[in-house]
């Protein structure tokens, strides 16, 4: 019993924490891959529009200098792919590879939609570095019409080693968060049990008869006063059953003094009391 009480508080609490633990285990991590995309998704963004207007005199044909070049420093210094598509699919120039050695990409899902002046965000394997990838593809215009097309594009194995690193540092944390909640989870159901223990032991006490048993009244809140409680009681019944006691001892010297024989008999004529005159006579 002392023990039942004990396990069942705390494997109830600690169930609770596990459950709570596996929900955030499962569900955070794709919560955090989302996020993570979306925020690299607006950061490639944001990329296009600084080298929108570097780009868009090359796809005018007022641009001078080496576009190649152009895009391959940018890339060095932000870890992006960047790939420059004229409005008839062409690669004009790519940062990883020969645009002469590409093939058309026009019908990239991307690439078709920023001809038709639509931003486009896909996750797919890149036919030409056979790697999944994520692209970023937005429409170059000149004076509100669309002239080309520019796709900025991430390794995903790059995101998702850091997505690596993430659910293992988020795994720690909830490692440790489990730990200290079932250390205060067992301090709780100590708290909790202990009291209801001490009581279940002298109510037993009681019942045998011992009076003299009290509960600890040093805790705080409602154990405090069951506490105060109990012990009134057990006081109340300790004063109750003395003066019973008294009562009895009275009454059997008052008929230990009768020298006449004397007993009293119950409703179905049992001998509940009688006097030693009586009993030499029986």
């Known amino acids: 019993?002392?023990?039942?009480?004990?396990?069942?508080?705390?494997?109830?609490?600690?169930?609770?924490?596990?459950?709570?633990?596996?929900?955030?285990?499962?569900?955070?991590?794709?919560?955090?891959?989302?996020?993570?995309?979306?925020?690299?998704?607006?950061?490639?963004?944001?990329?296009a529009v600084l080298l929108e207007p570097q780009i868009v005199p090359?796809?005018?044909?007022?641009?001078t200098g080496d576009l190649r070049g152009l895009v391959a420093a940018f890339s060095?210094?932000?870890?992006?792919?960047?790939?420059?598509?004229?409005?008839?699919?062409?690669?004009?120039a790519d940062s990883e590879?020969?645009?002469?050695?590409?093939?058309?990409?026009?019908?990239?899902?991307?690439?078709?939609?920023?001809?038709?002046?639509?931003?486009?965000?896909?996750?797919r394997r890149s036919s030409t570095l056979k790697q999944e990838m994520m692209y970023m593809s937005v429409p170059l215009e000149d004076s509100g019409r669309v002239v080309g097309a520019l796709r900025l594009s991430l390794f995903?194995?790059?995101?998702?080693?850091?997505?690596?690193?993430?659910?293992?540092?988020?795994?720690?944390?909830?490692g440790v968060m489990i730990l200290v909640?079932?250390?205060?989870?067992?301090?709780?159901?100590?708290?909790?049990?202990?009291?209801?223990?001490?009581?279940?032991?002298?109510?037993?006490?009681?019942?045998?008869?011992?009076f003299e048993v009290s509960v600890s009244a040093r805790r705080s809140g409602e154990f405090k006063r069951f506490a105060q409680s109990f012990n009134a009681m057990t006081g109340k019944l300790k004063t109750m059953f003395d003066e019973i006691r008294?009562?009895?001892?009275?009454i059997r010297g008052i008929l230990g003094s009768i020298r006449e024989g004397l007993c009293v008999l119950a409703g179905d004529d049992r001998i509940e009391l009688c006097n030693s005159s009586f009993r030499r006579v029986v």
């Open 1 to 47: 019993m002392k023990k039942t009480l004990f396990l069942r508080i705390f494997s109830g609490y600690a169930t609770v924490i596990i459950l709570l633990a596996a929900a955030v285990m499962l569900f955070a991590p794709p919560l955090m891959r989302k996020h993570f995309i979306e925020e690299k998704a607006s950061s490639l963004e944001h990329m």
């Open 58 to 63: 090359y796809l005018t044909g007022s641009g």
């Open 76 to 92: 060095r210094e932000t870890g992006t792919r960047i790939t420059v598509i004229d409005m008839t699919g062409n690669v004009l």
């Open 97 to 123: 590879k020969e645009a002469r050695d590409m093939e058309n990409h026009f019908y990239r899902p991307e690439i078709h939609a920023s001809l038709n002046g639509e931003k486009r965000m896909s996750i």
């Open 156 to 174: 995903m194995k790059n995101l998702e080693a850091l997505l690596d690193i993430f659910r293992g540092e988020l795994l720690k944390a909830v």
């Open 181 to 210: 909640a079932l250390l205060f989870v067992f301090v709780l159901s100590k708290s909790v049990s202990g009291p209801v223990r001490e009581v279940i032991d002298a109510s037993s006490r009681v019942a045998a008869g011992d």
């Open 246 to 250: 008294m009562k009895n001892e009275e």
